[in-house]
């Protein structure tokens, strides 16, 4: 069954402009969205994902209240949530694998959902900009083509992406918004940013650096947090990358090397030198070939847990 507006199929033969056009409102909710100013959110009750990742859960999670990502510039982050279940999910797309990453997607939703019974699936897509490669707009395209193509109905609840996301300053062209979080009690969508990324920043970002596809980092049954096992080989020039300039890791290893926020190249630093540390990360990192797991403590913070005490 098709992507819906309104009701009514998308025709995905016309630019995303005259799609736009012709449904003023997506225009004046991307607008209001942009217009708010970013909500800092606090660890507590929050689950962060990064680029790569997604996870899902529903009103019931005595645990986590809130889903959000940020520093997104051409990567796109991705609200899908059932209206009857309240069952919600938030993914971080960078353009990979569209296709299967939207079909994750919507099969992880519909595992918590009754498609069958009262309420439908709604799509809210954020993200990317006027970059001079086109990125972003080849990105919003994936993403329409590949929800179209879903067996269920998706209706297309907020579309704040590429041209709707971008402004201009002295010629260059940056998002509005980089980040954003939903309220999974209240479906309540924000833009946001986040002092806490964790837990294991640099292990996930690693994980996303050697080549990673989308991976769903939480069991919402369980209330648990999984990361890893995660396995690569050693980064190649590795001593090359850590010895170049903050220019140059920009210039190389960004998509976006004049839009991108201001800790972006200390972030990318942090990743490769953890890269170098763990080059065989099945013996320093996870020679039990299990996850570590983290469950939120009574304060609402992750906590460590023993995998063997599960």
Known sequence: M????N?????????????IRAYPHLEEKAKLLRSQPAQIVEPKGLLY???????????????VSILGSDDATTCHIV???????????????????????????????????????????EVHLVGGFNDDRQLSQKLTNQLLRAFDLQPDDVHLVTFCVTELNDREEEDIHFPIIYGIAVNVKTAEIFPATFPEKGPDEDLRSAHVLTGASLTNIYDAKMEQLHIGPYFWRPFPHVDFWLQ?????????????????????????????????EHPFPSRSLFPDRKPRIYKKNQEGLWEQVCSDKI
């Open 2 to 5: 098709p992507l819906l507006i």
């Open 7 to 19: 009701g009514q199929r998308v025709d995905l033969a016309r630019p995303t402009g005259e799609m």
């Open 49 to 63: 994902v990064q680029q790569r990742e997604f996870a899902v859960t529903t009103p019931k999670d005595g645990s």
């Open 79 to 121: 609200v899908l949530r059932h209206t009857g279940s309240g069952a919600t999910c938030l993914t971080h797309c960078d353009g990979s694998d569209t296709e299967a990453e939207v079909s994750l997607i919507m099969s992880s939703v519909k595992s918590f959902s009754d498609t069958a019974g009262c309420g439908r699936l």
């Open 244 to 276: 170049q300039d903050d220019k140059q890791i920009l210039q190389n290893l960004s998509t976006s090397p004049l839009a991108e926020p201001p800790h972006f190249v200390s972030h990318i630093r942090s990743t490769l030198t953890f890269l170098k």
